[in-house]
């Protein structure tokens, strides 16, 4: 029986496209009443609209909320459709609005509590659930190969039975089919629909498509109406009943069309403001078709960085790093190699499943080809070009001819027909090439080629990039971020220009971040991180001296990373770094991982984080973080006000609006303590922000983070006009000896955000020495320091004289 709902939600006051959002993470520790009592701070930030991790049901107990088992209901663990509902209201009451995460990729893998899954493994392909999930009854012989035994069947038989019509393995339930509930056990394992197998087979067995090489989530078939329908009804109705005002899309690519996808839940939500989760290389762009208002920022979050990432240090640092690391060119001495090793490991074992179902695809397609070309390709031919073309993309997946898909297949292609020693067989990659671009036809059997190979690709893509190679390549781990180039991380303002340009013109109202749920370090990190590449030598010289003081490192490229992090942290706490550092080896997989952890190394680990970065050496690395933390903050100051102010929809993540130190997931997804007894301040009262301005950015003497992101906040508020979708960006050219380091641009011609670039460098060269910022005509004050105001070519050095970035507004002849 359905509850009686609450009375409707007022609609918001603020425009449907947000101004600024701000992402809380939910979880059972942080439910919809928190983030309700939290409300009246976060209005008082500035921002317009709460941004909120998935609502709908998921397997208890989860901490993020993206193995969603039922997508007709809101989480109870979170308080249900009446907490949601509740919180809304508040929301609204403060007048803010809501963007809400979905997930219309995949579901938990949890018959126990997914319904249709349950259904679909008791009644098999008849089911009328079965047509919702991915899975390829041929290749299973009839059934869903389950990856859930420890060890293989015959050797954990006792530890299965059947349990009143249920089939139990530990913590695991399967239905019976019907009929099979008496048969001796081997039988009544064949007799079912599904075939639960030992836990390894997943990687060359498994037919069910999944995220990425995620056994536990299972790949939905979205793109079919009807179950776009079912698994869209309820966050369609809290659309329409003004409960929810905007959407996240997770994993675009993991669709099997994206662009009819989002055509679709375009035209359902009646063109409801909409960001997705595309992850795009360097120099790609999104696919202008798309209707959805943009990414949800990750590009920017590369231009953001580079800014702050100097170009000839970072190449000093990459010498000092293989200097003191020596590692091997493909195991983390050359981007590019490292990240081509790291693919053919993941193609060739965590996703050889998926390069099996593309081969025998192919094979067949080829086979029945009615022109000559595609035919007498054997499989192996087939399989060897797809693996070595996969391995060569370097995009996360490629898009139609329109969308530049053929020239990033062709890219790769020539580089693939090197694999191969035989011209002949070079040929295969060219049949895989048109397969993949629709030249062999369009039919069901063609296009499904077409959606796997895509679906494969960004698989592998997030798989050896992000997963893998950001681990393995390590010189600067501030570069190793999602969506980020280690291998050219350090960018010229005038590109930074040109983006924010395209930006503003193609894409206005798209999603910025610079901290998220995903990222490896948060932005403060990050920002400590950059500093490094102003002082290659320094770096290279104190970990001489910690390593030569401290307890030896398993090997010198963690090492180089655990110091990092350590630095990057600041402060470390020991629990945290060495959770980081497990993560970090078993990521690399190098010399240990996941699935075959040697407990030899990995003690190892523990022992160096113990006695090394979080013992006595760590203060050697701690003196130079306080050194250079007048540097650290300028550029934690910059990255927010940048971030703040460039074209798009900045989305803060939870407590970055304050200093925020964060690692890789689980850490970043603490809950955060919101103040309660007053909007500026602490929940026990006291400022966030002390008196003397250092803030949460760190150095003395002027604004701090908190002050900065409220005054950008507050005048995207107070002047929409400035940032929205009909406003201009143009860039502000510092003119003298120091101009480099000085980045500024208009918004509108009504603001102004100028910012310090390099600042250790620029230290070191002699300061400001005059340097000017030509301001466009009119008086200008400075929002970070009341009654400060300038005009015509104002003195950098007068710009920056409290606080490394400033926040100008015109006044005056408004």
């Known amino acids: 029986m359905t509850p009686e709902r609450p009375g409707p939600v007022p609609s918001p006051a603020a425009s449907p496209v947000p101004s600024a959002t701000y992402r809380l993470q939910l979880q059972p520790d942080f439910r919809f009443e928190a983030a309700a009592a939290a409300v009246p701070y976060l209005a008082s930030l500035g921002v317009s609209h709460l941004h909120l991790s998935p609502v709908l049901e998921a397997v208890p107990g989860s901490r993020h909320g993206y193995d969603v088992v ?41 018959p ?159 063109g409801r403001w909409t960001v997705v989760e595309k992850i795009l290389a360097d120099g790609e762009r999104l696919p202008a078709a798309w209707p959805v208002a943009g990414t949800t920022g990750y590009d920017a979050l590369r231009h953001v960085d580079g800014l702050f990432t100097d170009p000839a240090g970072y190449g000093e640092l990459l010498g000092r790093y293989r200097a003191f690391a020596a590692p091997q060119p493909d195991r983390g001495g050359d981007w590019a190699a490292t990240v081509r090793r790291a693919a053919y490991r993941v193609l060739t074992h965590e996703l050889a499943t998926e390069l099996d179902r593309l081969t025998r695809l192919a094979h067949r397609l080829c086979a029945a080809s009615p022109q000559p070309a595609p035919r007498d390709r054997a499989p192996w031919a087939l399989g060897t070009a797809l693996r070595e073309l996969l391995v060569r993309l370097e995009v996360y997946r490629p898009y139609t001819a329109a969308d530049a898909g053929e020239v990033v297949t062709g890219e790769a292609a020539a580089k693939a027909r090197l694999a191969f020693t035989v011209p002949e067989e070079a040929g295969a990659v060219d049949v895989v090439r048109d397969l993949v671009l629709g030249r062999y036809g369009d039919g069901p059997d063609h296009e499904e080629f077409r959606a796997r190979f895509a679906q494969t690709a960004s698989a592998l893509r997030a798989k050896s990039v992000e997963d893998t190679a950001f681990y393995r390549y390590v010189p600067l781990l501030s570069a190793t971020e999602v969506g980020g180039n280690p291998g050219g991380p350090a960018l010229d303002p005038e590109v930074f220009h040109a983006y924010c340009a395209r930006v503003q013109r193609d894409w206005p109202a798209t999603g910025t971040v610079v901290s998220t749920h995903d990222t490896k370090r948060s932005a403060d990190v990050r920002a400590a991180l950059a500093v490094l590449t102003e002082c290659p030598a320094r770096w290279a010289d104190v970990l001489t001296e910690v390593t030569r003081a401290g307890e030896g490192a398993p090997d010198p490229q963690l090492a180089w990373a655990a110091w990092q992090t350590v630095f990057g942290l600041g402060p470390a706490d020991g629990g945290r770094v060495r959770d980081a550092l497990l993560k970090h080896v078993r990521e690399a997989g190098l010399h240990t991982g996941w699935t075959e952890r040697v407990a030899s190394y990995e003690e190892a680990v523990e022992a160096f984080v113990a006695a090394g970065p979080c013992g006595a050496p760590g203060e050697r690395v701690a003196e130079l ?64 922000e002390h008196a003397d301005g250092t803030g949460s950015a760190g150095g003395a003497g002027g604004a701090g983070k908190t002050v900065v992101t409220r005054a950008a906040l507050a005048l995207r508020a107070r002047r929409p006009g400035a940032f929205g979708g009909a406003a201009t960006y143009e860039p502000v050219r510092a003119e003298g000896p120091a101009a480099e380091h000085c980045v500024a641009f208009a918004r509108s011609g009504d603001v102004v955000t100028a910012v310090t670039r390099l600042s250790l460098r620029l230290a070191r060269e002699g300061g400001w020495r005059g340097t000017t910022l030509p301001l466009p005509p009119g008086r200008w004050a400075d929002t970070l320091a009341p009654g400060r105001e300038f005009t015509g070519h104002a003195r950098v050095e007068e710009l920056f004289a409290d606080t490394p970035v400033a926040l100008l507004e015109r006044v005056g002849d408004q």
């Open 70 to 110: 039922d997508h007709t209901r809101v989480r109870a663990e979170l308080g249900g459709e009446e907490g949601l509902r509740a919180l809304a209201r508040t929301a609204r009451e403060h007048g803010l609005g809501l963007v809400v995460d979905i997930v219309p990729n995949h579901m938990a893998m949890s």
């Open 112 to 270: 126990r509590h997914n319904r249709a899954l349950w259904e679909v493994l008791r009644e098999g392909p008849e089911s009328p659930y079965a047509r919702w999930f991915d899975i390829d009854w041929r290749a299973g012989g009839g059934q869903v190969l389950l990856p859930v035994l420890g060890a293989p069947v015959g050797e954990v038989l006792d530890d299965l039975r059947a349990d009143g019509g249920v089939l139990r393995y530990h913590e695991h339930a399967f239905p019976l089919r019907d009929g099979t509930a008496d048969l001796p056990l081997p039988q009544l394992l064949d007799a079912q629909w599904y075939r639960p197998v030992w836990w390894r087979l997943a990687r060359t067995e498994l037919n069910y498509r999944r995220f990425f090489s995620i056994s536990e989530l299972i790949g939905l078939r979205v793109e079919d109406p009807e179950v776009f329908e079912a698994t869209h009804a309820t966050v369609l109705r809290l659309l329409r009943e003004g409960v929810v005002d905007g959407l996240r899309v997770d994993h675009p690519d993991g669709l099997a069309d994206p662009g009819a996808y989002l055509a679709r839940l375009h035209e359902a939500t009646g």
């Open 625 to 688: 973080r306080k050194a250079v933390e007048p540097h650290v903050r300028a550029n934690v100051l910059g990255t927010a006000l940048v971030h703040l102010t460039m074209p798009g929809v900045p989305d803060l993540y939870q407590g970055t609006e304050h200093e925020y130190l964060a690692l890789v997931d689980p850490d970043n997804r603490r809950p955060v303590d919101f103040p309660t007894a007053h909007p500026a301040t602490g929940s026990d009262g006291e400022s966030r």
